[in-house]
């Protein structure tokens, strides 16, 4: 499938109800949920690129973010299609301790190719208009907001990823220094019966960690990442760094670097009509790297606000704050703890114990999890 149609003088007569720019995961669950909350409502999704497009990226899916896409109407059975669902999860903390177990909720690992291009393909077939358009500058009206001087909506939707331009365009400064991360990631060949993703972190350049996610085809997502703060590292050292944590791993193809801004860097919803989701509104988990949950349910939650016109930031910040505010300030509390390895350690050694500590953990850095008593309790034993 492709994007390939542009701007139409049609286009720019239209008045859009909502523009959601970037279709990523927060931009196509932005679209769907607008058209949920109007059925009639006209959205208009632009994105730069065509689509099948990559992104850097684990691919790693998690379970709630499979849930808040079905709950969004979208076809999950036929967007996982050929991905064999994984449940083993192996995590080496920075001082050397491993917990592995299975989860209490699969995950998929889907490469962002094949994924964003069908989560595409599904919110276009229920009336979303797709673009393909680079957007260079977004101004906010009384009565709306202008894209580029050719298109109008009543609300705009900043989906646009960890550069997003309309992020800077609405004013809202750039995250601040040690809330970005970096990574590199690459395809390397495993045997086809692996099933096992591994996170091995380590206390060199600590936070930083290598994975090794299994696609189920005979190839793996592998990458190494670590907070963007201090001397710059080059890309070689990187690289050096994949292969001495993953030292099993072969050849890497196709070795691509992106940055992360994490939750710790995420700036306050302003009111108004324009919103930012997904990386754009710096959400990614600090610790895992994790952001198309996250993405998709701020994109979910802005787009059922966006057809409220002038009060949509209002609206998407309170329920923003209702639905992850409580996970986002334990991200943070924690993600602070953990610049000591120590209390890293402490939590896969408390997961490899019990089951339930290890539930805990992926459920806390994989979707919207909160410090329970009894995880603060291992962490103190
Ligand atoms: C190396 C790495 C590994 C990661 N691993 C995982 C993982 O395993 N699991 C996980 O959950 N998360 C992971 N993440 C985070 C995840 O990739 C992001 O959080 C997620 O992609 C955010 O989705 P998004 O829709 O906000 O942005 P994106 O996926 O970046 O989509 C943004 C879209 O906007 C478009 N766009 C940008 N600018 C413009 C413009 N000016 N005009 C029009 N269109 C524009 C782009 O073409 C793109 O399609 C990883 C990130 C990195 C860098």
Request: overall charge positive; proline content about 6%; glycine content about 12%.
């Amino acid at each position: 499938m492709s994007s390939r149609s542009t701007v139409t003088p049609a286009d720019r007569a239209t008045a859009w109800d909502v523009i959601v720019v970037g279709a990523g995961p927060a931009g196509c669950a932005a679209a769907a949920a607008a058209r949920q909350a109007d059925p009639v409502a006209r959205v208009l999704l632009l994105d730069r690129t065509d689509f099948p497009r990559d992104k850097v990226c684990g691919d790693g899916i998690a379970a709630q973010a499979w849930d808040a896409l079905r709950d969004l109407g979208f076809d999950t059975g036929a967007v996982a299609e050929g991905y064999p669902s994984l449940r083993r999860l192996r995590l080496t903390g920075p001082g050397g301790p491993v917990a592995e177990r299975d989860m209490a909720h699969p995950v998929h690992v889907v490469p962002r190719r094949v994924f964003d291009a069908r989560l595409v393909a599904d919110v276009t077939a229920r009336g979303v208009e797709l673009r393909r358009h680079r957007v260079t500058g977004v101004v906010v009206r009384t009565d709306g907001v202008e894209v580029d001087g050719l298109l109008r909506a009543r609300a705009v939707i900043g989906a646009d990823g960890a550069e997003s331009l309309v992020r800077r365009a609405a004013g809202v400064p750039a995250p601040r220094s040690g809330t970005v991360a970096v990574a590199l990631r690459g395809y390397a060949p495993v045997p086809a019966d692996a099933r096992t993703q591994m996170i091995t972190m380590t206390d060199r350049r600590w936070p930083a960690y290598a994975w090794n996610f299994p696609v189920g085809d005979g190839t793996a997502n592998v990458g190494y990442g670590h907070l963007l703060d201090g001397p710059p590292v080059s890309r070689a050292e990187m690289a050096e760094s994949l292969h001495r944590l993953l030292p099993d791993v072969g050849e890497v193809q196709g070795l691509r670097g992106h940055r992360l801004p994490l939750s710790t860097g995420r700036p306050r919803i302003p009111d108004g009509r324009v919103l930012l989701v997904g990386d754009a509104q710096s959400l990614i988990h600090p610790l895992t790297g994790e952001g198309i949950y996250y993405a998709i349910v701020s994109g979910a939650l802005a787009g059922g606000a966006a057809v409220r016109g002038a009060r949509a930031g209002a609206v998407y910040r309170r329920a923003m704050r209702h639905r992850l505010g409580r996970h986002l300030r334990h991200t943070s509390l924690v993600a602070s703890a953990g610049r000591w390895p120590a209390v890293i350690d402490a939590g896969v050694r408390s997961a490899a114990r019990r089951q339930r500590s290890f539930d805990d953990l992926v459920h806390f850095g994989l979707a919207d999890g909160t410090l329970r008593p009894r995880m603060v309790a291992g962490l103190v034993r």
